[in-house]
């Protein structure tokens, strides 16, 4: 292994584990040493801005990790809330149990509501979920024997356990719920799950790429931010002692929406500034009715405009800038290499490692080949790849070349799964692939880049490296819910794994750069590091080298080559730089108008008539 | 037979001002890509300029219209200017999430200004009805549908052969490229939140005039509206109006056949329905972007 990642210096406290935890402890805490001070109404009002938090948090989780808009959340709180009236007057159990159900049919209520999202977009989304917020509010308006219609219906004074509890008391359970609802939502967000939504919001195509179902991940998101409704929807029934279906209306469905963003849709702690600016604030300063929601209205509008990041986003800008861990010098440039280097001086690193390159015969067992049988492809009239055939054979480099339009990319994006095939099959290994089924590609070991990048905006260089080993990760939800020992060593593995690619590809100094900062040179290395640092055992290569200089596109083409001999993996490598191509592969592939026109070694290709046509025009 | 006939025309009427309103909506998805969800409280907002210029204060019709078009055209042109421009054309989204904090400070500063009151209007519009054949023909009704195929014509005529119609029209394919060969991209945009804001204006006061005026009086009609559009796939004119008038007939049709419950949830199930099935409307071309 080479040197470490350099060391920064970082204050004391930056480095307590679960610092975040604690503050919010800390605060809570706080919360419950004045209440003794609080009258019976600020009790109340404090109970209301802790549920709105919940609420808001939900959409933290749902929009701002996973991209999905919700202005259906009145319903799933009003789920919550006849979840409660139901089991209190079904059972006799108290508060335990009412969370228990409230949970459980808002993530149900809340799957339901997310299932538009497997075939539409954002804000088709927000539509879907607006009608059917709308629909919920006429099915709460007509079940009068639960909801008693219009004129509502009394809730039942909380108990828990058996015991009866008063507003103060109420407000305990309440701050007490919300620490364990936060936790969950913060432990969920910081490891495999929260990056998966992170990765779909901001790059669905290489998010399924990497392995991840878009439905399932957008899908899971709605459960999870329905249990915390739910949830929150037992607090307000008790909080508020007497319920109608009036209150679940759209209107309260966008106020939870604009609480989430006012105080910051990226941050946990965001939710519950927002829920004291739009719940507890105007409460306290006992403004009257409409100039309370036009101010927060306005408030509302001008953030949108000038500070999309919201309280908590603008605090976190301010931090960085002026707070002591503020922004060091810019990194150096990355130092380039010619190729023949890199092998050279990789060779040299395992040899003193005492670490042999992989063995042909390790290649062979964990590369994998690719079998390309007869595919075609066809968008409406045009057939872009016409009966495509080409073995692959494991542990090679193979180069897929052609003029533009050639087919190249098409064909690569159906082995990944992103078109259908007219014709044919295509197979890793034994399996024939499934069309469009582009997470299927990952758990067979097939990782692939992208011409035009697909990177993650917003998230560092160290968040795509993990975000790259989603499939390898080695543990799951529970364990990350909980923190068990399978996920502290799955993020201590994948960590390293990181650090490892980073340094091979020349980005250790840049981990905790966000991509968008990045040079165009830099981003393609953070795309082709995503894909590598996984260990694909079948590497789809697209255009690498394309918009880099030659020396850069060197430099990248050959480190990633030296890493794939190492690990033994298959590269197919697209490229439009010839003469890269041939100095690099075992094997050429050249298509032309969808068809192959030559697949031989590089010295036999170079000198086919029609390839050399096909290049140099005839 | 005649039962069914008259739903039919009931609900060609009603679905007249869906049309208008849906206009207002598909107008700004078409150029913006946006739904507006302030639709509803812009136009309740001016059509209280209208009522109350025109009865409270006694001022006569004409001076209620001249007042409410003025503030139409105020209202359009300030949400461009202070809301729409600023936010630039990164996240569509964002748009629409203001417009939905632009509805809620437009309908309480509506109950501030006007009061929470519920008003009954006296309309400057014929009353009565007259029979043909058969047909029970609401006066009141036939004028607003008369107003709002006017208006609607009107808005097709504009959009074909004027300038900013084909500044719009090309606006709306491509923003970009529109700004890059001349199209007055600022023009075009301020132009189409003005229009739309017309548009409702003029919704809303048909409205009113068989209604109520009250705070929210519009929001039912918006629903319907938007479902029209949805049906007619968003972004497209011809689309809306025809969503408008079909789902005006279904609605009027459920009423006389279907059970309340039907009635109530139909808009919702069918914006629904087309998500789920036909994104794009029974009209709209879907873009890879939205999809």
Redesign the interface.
Known sequence: MSAPAPERARPVWARIPGRDVLLALLAIIVVFGISGILTGYQAYVVTVVVIFTIIGASHTVLFGAAGQ?S?GHAALLGAGVYATIAMSRITSFGMEGELVAGIVIGALIGVVIGL?SL??????L???T???C??AQ?IYF?WTGLTGGGAGTQVPPPTLFGTAYTPLGLLYIALVVMGVAMLFARNLLRGRQGRAWNAVRTSPLAASSLGMSLGLQKVGAFGVSGAMVGCAGVLYAHTVNYVSPQDFSL?LS?VT??IA?IGGQRYLWGAALGAIFVEGLPEMLRTT???R??I???V??VI???F?GGFAGGIVALWRRFGPGRRRAAPAEIELAPTATIVEAELAQSTARGTEPASPTAVGERGIGLSIRDVRVAFGGVTAVDGVSAEIVPGTVVGLVGPNGAGKTTLLNAVSGFVGLAGGEIAVGDTVLRPRRPAQRRALGVGRTFQNLSLHEGLTVMDHLMIGQHAVAGYGSVSQVLRLPPFVRGERRMRADAIETAEMLGLADLLDERVENLAYGVQKRVDVARAVVARPRLLLLDEPAAGLTPDEGDDLVGRVLVHSRHVGATVVLVEHNIELVMRVTDRVVALNFGRVIADDVPDVVRRQDDFVEAYLGG | MSAFLQAIVNGLMTGGVYALLALSIALIFKTM???NFATASMGAFCAFLFFQVGTILNLGWGAGLAVSIVGAVLLGWAVERG?VR??GSG????L???T??????L???T??FFGSGVQNINAPLPAGGVAIAGLNIDLTRLVILGVAVAGAIVLGVVLRYSNLGVGMRAYAQDPQAATLMGVPARTVSRWTWIISSLLGLIAAIMVASVSVLSVGFLQGTF?SA?TAA?LGGLSSLPGAVAGGFILGVLEALSIAYAPR?VT??L???I??VV??IR?AGLFGRLSA???
């Not at chain 1, 075939?119 to 088709?124: D, E, N, P, T, V």
């Not at chain 2, 996240?91 to 964002?94: E, S, T, Y």
């Not at chain 2, 939905?100 to 400070?105: H, S, Y």
């Open positions: 808009p202005v538009p075939r539409i977009g954002s804000l088709y927000a539509i879907a607006l009608a059917l709308i629909v006429q007509e209107e966008i929406l604009v963003i009715g409409e100039f929601y036009v927060y209205g306005v509302f509008v949108m405009i000038f999309p | 890509d946006a739904v809301i600023p936010l996240d569509l989204f964002r629409v999430l203001a939905m904090g632009l509805d809620i400070v309908n309480n500063a109950q501030i629903i938007f949805v419950a109530i949830a808009p919702v199930l914006i629904l998500l789920l994104p972007s939205r999809a």
